[in-house]
């Protein structure tokens, strides 16, 4: 079965500082997701990639926040200068436009800033 | 606009118990659903989906029906195990939302042995 990676999977950093989460979406898969979880609390979207654009995102995602998608098989969301609020579960996800909305998620990136 | 509503946790069951979570949504359209779980320390895994009214998703002893008469997509399972202990998110997508997932509060589950 075709996976998604993330990496790394734990991610201390120190407030301030820039982060970048990486991802390797399924290789046939056209639109791609960033979500994150606060421990315990709701998942919530962030943005979304389709055609080498963001088709959309949140009100989370502010000019804090970025994604790439550098070399045709990597999705990454940069955060430049981390908040101690940005201590989260970030998932990604891809989708295949072919099998009717058929998401899967990486195993996650737990970010922890101090 | 279009959301997601759990019943709230924590809900405990004993071993062999039967389980029900309740799910209704609000949509424009007709969207898909899903039961994503999250086990203790881990990743979202789909655990079942439905596309469209009527359908039944099933998977490892779970079921839910898409009913789009009362909106609901109730998850059930006849006879709970100590390893389903999680928790259990219901979620929705449509096409006309750039395919993002809306996603229930979630409801955690602990099974008892």
């Known amino acids: 079965e075709p996976e998604v990676t993330q990496t790394p999977s734990h991610q201390v950093t120190q407030m301030g500082q820039e982060v970048i989460l990486r991802c390797v979406p399924i290789?046939?898969?056209?639109?791609f997701y960033w979500y994150r979880q606060i421990l315990g609390q709701k998942v919530e979207f962030l943005v979304s990639?389709?055609?080498?654009?963001?088709?959309?995102k949140s009100e989370i995602f502010d000019d804090q926040f970025s994604v790439e998608r550098p070399d045709g098989s990597n999705f990454t969301l940069k955060i430049r200068s981390t908040k101690l609020e940005d201590s989260a579960m970030y998932f990604c996800?891809?989708?295949?436009?072919?099998?009717?909305?058929?998401?899967?998620f990486g195993s996650g990136t737990r970010l922890t800033v101090v | 606009g279009n959301s997601v509503t759990q019943m709230e946790g924590p809900v405990t069951l004993s071993e062999e118990a039967f389980l029900t979570i309740n799910c209704t949504y609000t949509?424009?359209?007709?969207?898909?659903l899903f039961w994503y779980v999250q086990y203790p320390g881990e990743g979202l895994q789909l655990l079942l989906k439905a596309t469209k009214a009527d359908d039944k998703g099933s998977n490892k002893g779970f079921e839910a029906t898409y009913r789009k008469e009362t909106t609901s997509f109730h998850l059930e399972k006849g006879s709970v195990q100590v390893s389903d202990s999680a928790v259990y998110f219901c979620?929705?997508?449509?096409?006309?939302?750039?395919?993002?997932?809306?996603w229930g509060l979630g409801t955690s589950l602990a099974v008892n042995p």
């Open positions: 949509a424009t359209g007709y969207p898909s």
């Open positions: 290789s046939n898969h056209l639109y």
């Open positions: 979620a929705q997508v449509n096409a006309g939302n750039n395919r993002k997932l809306i």
């Open positions: 996800a891809s989708s295949d436009s072919g099998r009717v909305y058929g998401y899967t």
């Open positions: 990639f389709y055609n080498n654009e963001i088709s959309e």
